[in-house]
T-cell receptor, first 115, second 115 residues
Framework: AQSVTQPDIHITVSEGASLELRCNYSYGATPYLFWYVQSPGQGLQLLLKYFSGDTLVQGIKGFEAEFKRSQSSFNLRKPSVHWSDAAEYFCAVGGLTGGGNKLTFGTGTQLKVEL | DTGVSQNPRHKITKRGQNVTFRCDPISEHNRLYWYRQTLGQGPEFLTYFQNEAQLEKSRLLSDRFSAERPKGSFSTLEIQRTEQGDSAMYLC?????????????FGDGTRLSIL
């Protein structure tokens, strides 16, 4: 069964500081990996995805993530955080099932940005 | 594209009542997913459609839940005889077919509160 672990429930960083959000997954084959961001009362917005090729993927809003198969990790990074980045971040792994792609999400990391 | 649209945004009802939610996917997307998100958790997969065919249902989808996607366009999720535990955000997502790497685009969800 596929699963995702986001070990940090809350993270606080200062505006302008760098950010790394951790994600570890469990999946039997090559995973499809995603990072989504959710603002309060809103749906999820896709930041970036990985399914093959270059293990460092670039996303929107200046985010990037690196796939490390040996560590079963897909950590999200940003060199300089902006106050508007405060939100909840979800890592997800996708698995082919019935022809579809059921996503399994982690429990999320709540990011707070101090001005 | 106009994005995934969900209605209503909020639904408050008494325990035991039936409720129905609607999701309009991105027009060219043939896959449609329903997820449920409770407070402090990531979304959990409920069910998935490829066009009008419902191809997978989670164990979370009890007999009180039913989903349809007539003509492969919009979808409805109905909960009969609602219970306190049904209080959650119900998220709809859609994606193009062919391949698990196609990202899912989420709507803003319907928040259900059971009194």
């Amino acid at each position: 069964a596929q699963s995702v672990t986001q070990p940090d429930i809350h993270i606080t960083v200062s505006e302008g500081a760098s950010l790394e959000l951790r994600c570890n997954y469990s999946y039997g084959a090559t995973p499809y990996l995603f990072w989504y961001v959710q603002s309060p009362g809103q749906g999820l917005q896709l930041l970036l995805k990985y399914f093959s090729g270059d293990t460092l993927v670039q996303g929107i809003k200046g985010f990037e993530a690196e796939f490390k198969r040996s560590q079963s990790s897909f950590n999200l990074r940003k060199p300089s955080v902006h106050w508007s980045d405060a939100a909840e971040y979800f890592c997800a792994v996708g698995g082919l099932t019935g022809g579809g792609n059921k996503l399994t999400f982690g429990t999320g990391t709540q990011l707070k940005v101090e001005l | 594209d106009t994005g995934v649209s969900q209605n209503p945004r909020h639904k408050i009802t008494k325990r035991g009542q039936n409720v129905t939610f609607r999701c309009d996917p991105i027009s060219e997307h043939n896959r449609l997913y329903w997820y449920r998100q409770t407070l402090g958790q990531g979304p959990e997969f409920l069910t998935y459609f490829q066009n009008e065919a419902q191809l997978e249902k989670s164990r979370l989808l009890s007999d009180r839940f039913s989903a349809e996607r007539p003509k492969g366009s919009f979808s409805t999720l109905e909960i009969q005889r609602t219970e306190q535990g049904d209080s959650a955000m119900y998220l709809c997502a859609s994606s193009r077919g062919s391949g698990g790497h196609q990202p899912q685009h989420f709507g803003d969800g319907t928040r259900l509160s059971i009194l």
